[in-house]
């Protein structure tokens, strides 16, 4: 998929990352850590962040001209953001001086603000709110039901059918898929009170794109997902993954700062290369219809790079 952020982008992107995060004491080593990461594994900068001095709003906002540019400069302004912890006012409001001269504004900063104002309970109901508008887009097509259908839930004959996958042939990606709730315990879809469309969608993205259910794999595949499409239903998952693995707002407890573990922060950068890189989106195609294919023919059908671990 196309890069949003071309070279002409690369230094002014990271300047602005900088200057973003250089509140109080600066940078946390989480923040310096990601924007060098991004700076390497996503930008290509040979020497990452080294070298780059921090740039103020209003020059930010005269480095990017158009509306993609902006708002992929504030998602990963919002995502810098963060991975400050504790996060406080200070951070809040020099994340808003930037997003405000970029020129727009989205649920991300509701989520944030409310996060530091009001606690976990309140970026929790706001994050919510976001995602129930955007869930019908995240059901596996095939299952998603009429135009504003309830979602699907437990399903005793959807179970049995995903069950059936076993039967599929080895190395397929319908095998790969059960295999994926065997080896981590997971229920599978429509034996218990979860949404099973958007689990189905969401968990047959995890086999594609490689990556385990755990908090880096997890972020790293909003990530992916996001550099493949930047779409508001993209974000808005990419906000969830955060939520629960790294900010914590929908955990209802302190942060987990899984991008401040050794390696995380190249793992999810690089996510969002492998994303751009991608030839389609296979995040939203009817994964069910293509379950006896070859897990390798799906890769190479949607351009999906090899994980770099």
Do not use: K
Request: aromatic residues 6%; charged residues 25%.
């Amino acid at each position: 998929m196309p890069r949003i952020l071309d070279d002409r982008h690369v230094r002014p992107a990271v300047a602005t990352l900088l200057g973003c995060s250089d509140v109080g004491p600066g940078p946390t080593d989480e923040q310096l850590a990601l924007i060098d990461a991004l700076a390497t594994a996503y930008f290509g900068l040979d020497a990452g962040a080294a070298g780059i001095d921090p740039m103020e709003p209003s020059a930010a906002a005269a480095s990017f001209s158009t509306a993609a540019e902006r708002r992929r400069m504030r998602e990963l302004l919002v995502t810098v953001e963060l991975c400050r912890h504790p996060l406080g006012a200070d951070q809040v409001a020099r994340t808003d001086a930037y997003i405000q001269a970029l020129g727009a504004d989205d649920a991300s900063s509701d989520i944030i603000r409310d996060l530091v104002r009001d606690g976990v309970a309140a970026a929790a109901a706001d994050f919510l709110r976001s995602f129930g508008e955007h869930e019908p887009e995240l059901r596996e097509p095939s299952l998603a039901g009429a135009r504003g259908s309830a979602p699907v839930t437990t399903d005793p004959d959807l179970a049995a059918r995903l069950a059936r996958l076993h039967a599929c042939p080895a190395g397929s990606l319908g095998r790969a898929y059960v295999e994926f709730y065997d080896r981590h315990g997971f229920a599978i879809p429509g034996s218990d009170d979860q949404p099973a469309a958007v689990f189905v969608a969401h968990d047959m993205c995890h086999v594609i794109a490689d990556y385990e259910p755990d908090g880096v794999g997890e972020i790293a595949l909003g990530a992916m997902q996001l550099a493949l499409t930047d779409s508001d239903v993209h974000w808005i998952q990419f906000l969830g993954n955060l939520g629960v693995h790294e900010a914590g707002y929908l955990t209802q407890g302190a942060a987990h700062a899984s991008l401040g573990r050794p390696g995380a922060a190249e793992a999810v950068a690089h996510a969002l290369d492998r994303g751009s890189r991608c030839t389609g989106d296979f995040t939203v195609v009817d994964h069910l219809a293509m379950v006896d294919e070859p897990l390798a023919d799906v890769r190479r059908r949607y351009g999906v790079p090899p994980r770099e671990r």
